[in-house]
C-alpha cells in the first residue's frame, strides 16, 4: 500500500512541475519537497517495504529477526548516501560548468562570436544562428546556448514574430547540438557519469542523427524565409562589467573556459577520475585566472569578474531542481517501482529484440516533450543496469539511441526541454504558437533522426 502512496506523491509532484507556469510555483521548490516526502514515507514504512535479509547482509548481521532500527539505519546510511553520491557528482559538474560560462559571459567574451554577425537576410541569418547554436550546445550546454543565442537575436531582430521563429529554431538546433556531447545535455552528462556511454562513441554515433534532427526542420522552414529583418534601436550598455575588461583579457577568458570545458572529457579519459573532478579543476584553474587578471583593478570591479562573484549568479534553482528530482527517482528505486516497470516493459514493448529497444527509447523521447527529461533518463538509468553483451552493455543500442532520443524529444513542445523553457521566458512565447509553428518541424526532425541512427547503426553492426 505504502509503494502506492510514494508513486501517487510522485506523480503529484510531477504534474505540478510540468505545470509550473499554470500554478506559478518553481518546480525546484516542487521537486525538493516531492523527493524528500518520498523518501520520509519510505522510511516510516520500513517495516513493509524493506527485505531484512538484504539489511542483515548488508550491515554485517546475523540475527534473523528484523529490527527496525536497523532497516532505518540501512534507508538513512546506505540506500540514501549512495544515491546521493551520484546526484553530487552530477550537481557539482553543473555548477562548475555553469560557473565557467557565467565568468566568460561577465567578461563579454561571446561578443567575440556575435560581433562578427553583420548579414540581415532573414535566410542567412537564421542558417548562422542555428549552425552556431548546434556545435555551441555541444561544447557549453543547451540551456546556456540558448541563452546566450535568443540573447543574440534579442540585439539583432526587432520583429517580435521573427524573434519567435528563431527562438523557437534555437530551441531544437541546441537541443540536437547537446545530444551528441557528454558536457552538451544533463542526460547526456548523467548517462556519461553513470558510464553507460563514453565519449568517443557518443561523439561519433550521435553526431549525424542529431545533425539530421536539426538540418530537416531548417530545410523545410527555408523556402518560408524570405526577405530582410529589421534591427532594433541600440540601447545604451553603461554599467556592465564587461566594459572595465581589455580586449585581450576577454579574448583569453574565452578562449581559455572554452578550452577548459573541452578538457574535462579529457581528463577524465587520463585519470579515469569521475568527470566532475576535471570540472572542478577547470574552475580552479579559471578562478586563479581572473584573479590574476584583475589584481590590480578596484575592488568593485574585481568583484563583479571574479569567479567568487560570479558564482553568485549561477542559476541555484535548476541545481537544486535536479537535487529534489533525482531524490524522487532514488525513493522509487529503492522501493522497487523502477524494477516493477522494468518488468511491465519487458512483457508489453519486449526488450529482448532490437526493436523493442528501439521503441522503447522512441517512446521515452517523446515522453520528455511533455514532462522533464532528467527524471526520465535517471529513471531508465534505474530500471535497466549494464549488462554485457545485450542490447544494455557499455555504448549498446539502448543508451545511445536513449541520448538521441532524450535529447532531442523535448523540443516538440515548448515545455519537454529547458532551453523550450528559457526563450518561454526570454521571449514570452506561447504554448499554443509554439505548438503550431514550431512542434511539427521538431517531431519531423526528430522521427527522421532517429531513423538515421537505426540506419547506421544496422550497417555499424
Keep these: 500500500m505504502m509503494e502506492y502512496i510514494i508513486i501517487f506523491i510522485f506523480i503529484v509532484g510531477y504534474t505540478a512541475i510540468a505545470l509550473e507556469h499554470k500554478l ?10 516531492t523527493g524528500v516526502i518520498c523518501w520520509a514515507l519510505y522510511a516510516l514504512s520500513a517495516s513493509q517495504l524493506v527485505s531484512w535479509p538484504d539489511v542483515a547482509h548488508h550491515l554485517g548481521l546475523t540475527s534473523d529477526q528484523p529490527d527496525k532500527e536497523k532497516m532505518l539505519e540501512y534507508i538513512s546510511d546506505y540506500q540514501l548516501l549512495e544515491h546521493l553520491s551520484e546526484i553530487a557528482s552530477i550537481l557539482f559538474f553543473l555548477i562548475g560548468a555553469m560557473t565557467i560560462v557565467e565568468t566568460i559571459d561577465a567578461h563579454g567574451g561571446f561578443s567575440i562570436i556575435t560581433n562578427r554577425i553583420s548579414t540581415t537576410s532573414r535566410l542567412s541569418l537564421m542558417w548562422l544562428v542555428c549552425g552556431l547554436t548546434f556545435f555551441m550546445s555541444a561544447a557549453l550546454d543547451n540551456l546556456t546556448t540558448t541563452i546566450v543565442m535568443a540573447s543574440l537575436v534579442r540585439k539583432m531582430v526587432a520583429n517580435y514574430k521573427d524573434r519567435w521563429l528563431f527562438a523557437g529554431m534555437i530551441v531544437i538546433s541546441a537541443n540536437a547540438g547537446g545530444a551528441w556531447s557528454p558536457i552538451g545535455d544533463v542526460t547526456t552528462t548523467m ?10 562513441r557518443i561523439i561519433t554515433m550521435v553526431i549525424l542523427p542529431s545533425m539530421v534532427c536539426a538540418l530537416v526542420p531548417l530545410l523545410l522552414l527555408t523556402r518560408t524565409l524570405k526577405g530582410n529583418i529589421s534591427h532594433p534601436e541600440i540601447k545604451s550598455s553603461a554599467g556592465h562589467s564587461y566594459l572595465a575588461v581589455k580586449p585581450h583579457e576577454k579574448k583569453i577568458i574565452f ?3 572554452i578550452l577548459l570545458l573541452l578538457f574535462v572529457p579529457v581528463f577524465k579519459a ?26 590590480k583593478k578596484p575592488f568593485a570591479v574585481q568583484r563583479e569578474l571574479s569567479v567568487i562573484g560570479v558564482i553568485r549568479k549561477i542559476d541555484m534553482a535548476s541545481v537544486l531542481f535536479f537535487l529534489g528530482i533525482l531524490l524522487a527517482v532514488g525513493s ?3 522501493v522497487g517501482t523502477l524494477s516493477h516497470l522494468a518488468s511491465f516493459l519487458d512483457h508489453t514493448i519486449g526488450i529482448d529484440h532490437k526493436l523493442g529497444i528501439i521503441l522503447l527509447a522512441l517512446t521515452i523521447g517523446v515522453l520528455s516533450s511533455l514532462v522533464d527529461n532528467v527524471p526520465l533518463v535517471a529513471a531508465a538509468m534505474g530500471m535497466y543496469p549494464i549488462q554485457p553483451s545485450t542490447y544494455f552493455e ?12 532524450a535529447g ?18 526570454i521571449e514570452r512565447i506561447t504554448f499554443a504558437w509554439y505548438f503550431r509553428k514550431i512542434a511539427p518541424l521538431a517531431l519531423i526532425g526528430y522521427l527522421a533522426g532517429a531513423l538515421v541512427y537505426v540506419l547506421q547503426y544496422n550497417i555499424f553492426h
Design 24 to 33: 506559478h510555483i518553481n518546480k525546484a521548490a516542487t521537486a525538493l519537497v
Design 191 to 200: 548517462l556519461w557519469i553513470g558510464k553507460q556511454i563514453t565519449t568517443v
Design 255 to 257: 578562449v581559455g573556459g
Design 270 to 295: 587520463i585519470t579515469h577520475l569521475p568527470p566532475f573532478m576535471g570540472m572542478m579543476l577547470s574552475l580552479g584553474i579559471m578562478w586563479i585566472a581572473t584573479e590574476i587578471l584583475h589584481s
Design 332 to 334: 522509487l528505486q529503492s
Design 394 to 405: 557499455q555504448d549498446g543500442l539502448f543508451w545511445e539511441f536513449l541520448a538521441y532520443s
Design 408 to 425: 532531442t524529444g523535448g523540443s516538440a513542445l515548448i515545455i519537454g526541454s529547458a532551453a523550450g523553457v528559457a526563450v518561454m521566458g
